[in-house]
């Protein structure tokens, strides 16, 4: 490393297992997330204060290391650093999704898309707000949001999912389960109980649940 206490190629480095996580890569979990909390630890330590670096960290201990509470105080740090930090968007929009926070949750995704329109990764703000309308009911929508991000980027196992799910509760049955084979070769090892557990109201858990069932994910 030509800079040994550069804090943004720690982060980068520690968000690089995030995205082998979310496209199916991992070949060893348990040892590529102690890997990423070294590095993220580094970062941390290294810079306090640089919002990228907060970001990264925070998605990477949120969504990769499971320590929900620390990710999310992490990016609304960065957030509260620098607004127009378009990526740190979707993270904060999950956080508020995953606690049912809905109108929340919209709000950062379509701030996120406004800041960022000609992103390469605009497929996380329109997944996000794919997700938003599918814990609403409103399936069609939601299925409508989902293709887009998968147009943009089809490899990616959220944007799969979240299509499966609403194709599933709108009573497209056969093309959600279409889907769900993708779903499927892209992760082999999503299970729903995975699924569930990021969800807080049991109202939401019960519609993620029905709707993987529908579609065929396994238990």
Request: aromatic residues 8%; charged residues 25%; neutral net charge.
């Amino acid at each position: 490393m030509i800079d040994p206490e550069f804090a943004a190629a720690y982060a980068i480095g520690a968000y690089s297992y995030l995205q082998r996580k979310f496209f199916g890569w991992r070949s060893d979990a348990a040892q590529e997330c102690v890997e990423a909390r070294r590095l993220v630890k580094r970062a941390i330590e290294l810079d306090k204060d640089d919002p990228t670096v907060l970001a990264r960290a925070g998605q990477v201990i949120s969504e990769l290391l499971g320590e929900v509470e620390e990710g999310a105080a992490l990016v609304s740090r960065a957030i509260d650093l620098d607004p127009n930090l378009a990526f740190a968007r979707h993270s904060a929009g999950m956080e508020h999704l995953w606690r049912g926070d809905l109108d929340a949750a919209l709000e950062h995704f379509q701030v996120g898309l406004r800041l960022s329109p000609l992103d390469p990764r605009v497929f996380l703000h329109q997944a996000g707000i794919a997700f938003v309308h599918f814990l609403a009911g409103r399936y069609d929508e939601g299925s409508s949001w989902a293709t887009r991000a998968v147009l943009q980027q089809s490899n990616w196992v959220g944007a799969q999912f979240i299509l499966a799910a609403c194709h599933a509760m709108s009573g497209r049955v056969e093309e959600a389960r279409v889907v769900c084979a993708r779903v499927m070769q892209l992760d082999p090892t999503l299970r729903i109980s995975k699924i569930k557990s990021k969800y807080r109201r049991a109202q939401d858990i019960e519609r993620v649940t029905q709707a993987c069932r529908i579609a065929g994910i396994p238990e």
